[in-house]
């Protein structure tokens, strides 16, 4: 069955560094998302994107971050200048788009931040 | 953007039927509704999702009142694997410009 894939796994990182973490959606999907969990908190919608552009972004989105799709394949999402508060659980998705309204979101398995 | 609401957290048993109602007062017309399952620390992994009436596949039920303003989640014959918290998620799915997000979701415990 085709998955989501995110790499690091787990990223340690001190603060002040700039952080990128990598997705690759299932091959044929449109729409691609960003999500992150605080330990113990629930799931953020932070950005999706379609059609190589940012089409919704949470507050939680601003100048620190950026997404981008650089060859068709990889999805990423750049943290600038990492803080404390950014330590979480950083969520790559995708949906097929494909026969208009419905589908499912598919998740990867997640990649860890922690900054220290 | 339809908010949700949801019980925090529900006890029970195996091999009982666990019902999790979420409230979406404000939904829209193009809305559809979404459950998914998170297990700790893993990506949430969709479970079922409806428009109105009822929707039932081979791992749950949901139903969905003539007015969409609620909807409850069944899972028939938990097992303790199925200890989990479970968002429902209530938005426009697969065009352009949507924000699909989740709300504060339900913990579930199922005890031996």
């Known amino acids: 069955e085709p998955e989501v894939t995110q790499t690091p796994s787990h990223q340690v990182t001190q603060m002040g560094q700039e952080v990128i973490l990598r997705c690759v959606p299932i091959?044929?999907?449109?729409?691609f998302y960003w999500y992150r969990q605080i330990l113990g908190q629930k799931v953020e919608f932070l950005v999706s994107?379609?059609?190589?552009?940012?089409?919704?972004k949470s507050e939680i989105f601003d100048d620190q971050f950026s997404v981008e799709r650089p060859d068709g394949s990889n999805f990423t999402l750049k943290i600038r200048s990492t803080k404390l508060e950014d330590s979480a659980m950083y969520f790559c998705?995708?949906?097929?788009?494909?026969?208009?309204?419905?589908?499912?979101?598919?998740f990867g398995e997640g990649s860890r931040l922690t900054v220290l | 953007l339809a908010k949700t609401t949801q019980p925090i957290s529900m006890d029970s048993y195996e091999g009982q039927e666990v019902n999790i109602t979420c409230s979406h007062n404000?939904?829209?017309?193009?809305?559809?509704i979404t459950w998914y399952q998170q297990f700790p620390s893993q990506g949430p992994r969709f479970i079922i999702q409806?428009?109105?009436t009822k929707v039932t596949n081979e791992v749950a039920s949901l139903f969905i009142p003539a007015d969409r303003k609620s909807s409850t989640l069944s899972l028939p014959r938990v097992s303790l694997s199925d200890t989990a918290v479970y968002y429902c998620?209530?938005?426009?799915?697969?065009?352009?410009?949507?924000?699909?997000?989740f709300g504060g979701g339900t913990r579930v415990l199922v005890k031996p």
């Open positions: 998705a995708s949906i097929p788009g494909t026969g208009g309204v419905t589908g499912e979101l598919f």
């Open positions: 091959s044929n999907h449109l729409y």
């Open positions: 994107f379609y059609n190589n552009e940012i089409s919704e």
């Open positions: 404000n939904i829209a017309t193009n809305d559809y």
């Open positions: 409806g428009y109105k």
């Open positions: 998620l209530v938005g426009e799915v697969g065009t352009a410009g949507n924000k699909l997000t």
